[in-house]
């Protein structure tokens, strides 16, 4: 009928939501290991609730955080691109409800249906585009602008029009590993980030808009302890 809803039009909230079909959902506790580097790659994976990081190990067991996600993000999609083993790592930040997808099924939909295709894209294109930003400002900035711009990406400042944000549950080991630099120093510039009202934490992480003048101001690094 013209006009009309048609009830078998694909909905890709739907789909990411119910289980079936080569789609299952598991719980995680937090700090749960979903694969390891090395692993076969057969599956991607849906963030339905809570965050997880992704990250490379070196041989010599150095580990280098690329980046954490969140609800409504994908990781594991190597699998696509004909890699058979996982090139990073995923483990749990908090606790987590992801959706399991087997490759197959994905390959299928996103040959048959379109608006699961763009979904699908912009989201991984997304996140290409936050680790390409991170490696330039790696290359580029010194630590202390390195954590501000990391806090404030994991914010979701600039997609979002705030004075302030909440990141929950995020050690400051781990900021570490996304910074490239040392526990110390990141609790360094923490302490300092707080005593200029810059951020508050106590377990969760807050983050003031006005942490944006620490990516703004052009000065030299500040010379504290571990300094690089």
Do not use: W
């Not at 990406?153 to 400051?172: C, N, P, R, T």
């Amino acid at each position: 009928m013209q006009g009309g809803h048609d009830p078998y039009e694909f909905d890709p909230d739907v789909f990411l939501a119910h289980t079936g079909n080569g789609r299952s959902v598991a719980h995680y506790g937090e700090g749960t290991s979903v694969f390891q580097q090395g692993d076969v790659a057969d599956a991607i994976y849906f963030i339905q609730s809570g965050k997880a990081s992704i990250a490379v190990v070196s041989n010599d067991g150095k580990q280098a955080v690329l980046g954490i996600l969140g609800p409504g993000e994908f990781f594991g999609e190597c699998c696509l691109s004909g890699n058979e083993r996982r090139p990073v790592a995923a483990t749990t930040v908090t606790e987590c409800s992801l959706m399991r997808l087997e490759k197959h099924v994905v390959i299928d939909t996103l040959s048959r249906e379109p608006k699961f295709s763009q979904l699908f894209l912009a989201r991984i294109l997304a996140a290409k585009n936050r680790v390409e930003e991170s490696l330039a400002t790696h290359i580029f900035d010194n630590s202390e602008v390195r954590l501000a711009k990391t806090l404030l990406s994991l914010a979701k400042f600039g997609e979002h029009d705030m004075a302030e944000a909440v990141i929950e549950k995020l050690s400051q080991e781990t900021l570490a590993q996304m910074v490239g630099t040392t526990r110390s120093r990141v609790n360094h510039f923490m302490n300092k980030f707080r005593r200029l009202g810059y951020v508050d934490y106590n377990g969760d992480i807050r983050v003031h808009r006005s942490l944006l003048t620490v990516v703004l101001q052009e000065q030299p690094p500040d010379e504290g302890p571990d300094a690089e």
